[in-house]
């Protein structure tokens, strides 16, 4: 018997690799913010990167986006440094604070203003307003927002270029029930087209229902990673789970 | 490129930033030619002190532009949005350089209406106090399109400063003290820098719209020299972003 890999099943093989964080050590002086640290994310899942505050995943999350150079070893996004990407906006969609608008500005221009250095058509702003139920408020300041409504502009922002991979820093913050929930079904969605989420959390009930792999991390290090369904065998709950491997008390 | 250059200003016209940096030139612009213009009928004889009245567009248009400049890039870190700029864009020295391309454009307009307005007004006050204007058609071109080319390469300084600096209200300050004083002071001697004064910004500036010809440099030689200083800080102000993280 003969095996060959068809084209599709090697396909799948490089694309498996979206995220890739090789010993990477970022350093602010002499807090070691991230210390050595590994792990790798699969196409069409969702991943939740866990850890307490100041653990580092913000940190992580910005050497991976480029917008902080690692101290030693490496985070690429499809194999490549972020900013060695062609069109980096077409491949991922990013959100690392809440409120990064001018509060002067519409929402629509915010968008705009972004589509145009992405070469990105107009249109599409629309498209993601729509998509994050803003249309209503799309020609309103920024400052008029509420919070839930800047974290959905937020992820309107992220979804400008038809992403691949979403990276979302703490997206359900300011969101009421009903937003949670919306959010939850959106990045399901998102996933089950084959596309990948990480996002980062400290909502552990909030993230048990949302991810399928668990990435967490503490003090720098990674303590554990693997399916969520496996960590939380023999009935114990995500909480359980990371407030033992945390050290945090129980 | 281009496409920075269009997302650069379009973020400049979305929001009232701009504008009200445009609508406080115009303002001040008219209250410092008139302001002036009630000085004695003697002082307002003298040509020279006719070309730095009617040379107040310069000087505030050099300002306001070079506020326009620093905020494009302060504004951007102030409120975040720098970093949604830099994801789409991760090659920020590229978006720094875009940013002085963009807050030339804005800055000659910026030159463009204060060069006009000090030379309408300061004409009408002239007028009004019953005082001839002595400056040829070579001086009124100058004025206007002096403020024009110095408006438009102080912006492109104020992008730099903003870029190096990154807080907004020392870099504002920064450029509002240095303008306002700082060069005066120097020029006035008080630190025995002798005539090396008219090489520094601020003046090189006012040179280019024919300010006290013999004392400053000639108009060219100071176009040249605050192009060299324009070049020069937007290049370090893009040099210094991609560099450093971003916070």
Known sequence: ?250 | MRALLRSELLKQRSTRTTLGLFAAMFLLLILAVLLHSLLPTQALRSPNNQLTILGRGEFLGALFAGLVGALSVTAEIRHGTIRPTFLVSPRRARVVWAKAWACVLTGSVFGLTAGAVAVAAGAAAFRARGIDLRLDGGDYVLLVAGATGAAALWAAIGVGVGAVVRHQVPTVVGICAWLLFVEGLLAGDLVGLGDVFKFLPGSAGEAISGQEPGTLLAPGLGLVLLGAYAAASALVGALATSRRDVG
């Open chain 1, 1 to 250: 018997m003969t095996y060959h890999i068809d084209e599709r099943e090697r396909s799948l093989g490089d694309s498996a690799a979206v995220v890739t964080v090789r010993s990477l050590t970022k350093r602010f002086g002499d807090l070691v913010a991230v210390d050595d640290l590994a792990f790798s994310l699969e196409a069409g899942t969702i991943t939740g990167f866990l850890g307490p505050n100041g653990a580092g995943k913000t940190t992580t999350l910005r050497v991976l986006l480029g917008l902080a150079e690692p101290t030693a070893g490496e985070a690429l996004v499809f194999g490549r440094r972020y900013r060695d990407l062609d069109d980096p906006a077409r491949r991922i969609g990013a959100v690392l604070e809440s409120n990064d608008f001018h509060p002067g500005r519409t929402g629509r221009n915010h968008l705009r203003a972004l589509a145009a250095a992405a070469k990105i058509p107009f249109g599409r702003a629309d498209e993601v307003l729509a998509l994050v139920e803003l249309e209503d408020a799309a020609d309103r300041r920024v400052r008029t927002y509420s919070l839930g409504m800047r974290q959905r502009l937020g992820l309107a922002t992220a979804l400008l270029g038809d992403p691949e991979l979403l990276v979302l820093d703490e997206p359900a913050n300011g969101l009421d029930p009903a937003g949670v929930h919306w959010l939850r079904g959106f990045l399901r969605r998102f996933a089950e087209q084959g596309r990948t989420v990480l996002v980062s959390s400290h909502m552990l009930a909030e993230a048990a229902l949302t991810v399928d792999e668990v990435v967490i991390i503490d003090h720098g290090h990674l303590v554990a990673t693997g399916r969520l369904g496996e960590l939380t065998q023999g009935g114990r709950t995500l909480e359980d789970v990371f407030l033992g491997l945390t050290g945090a008390p129980t």
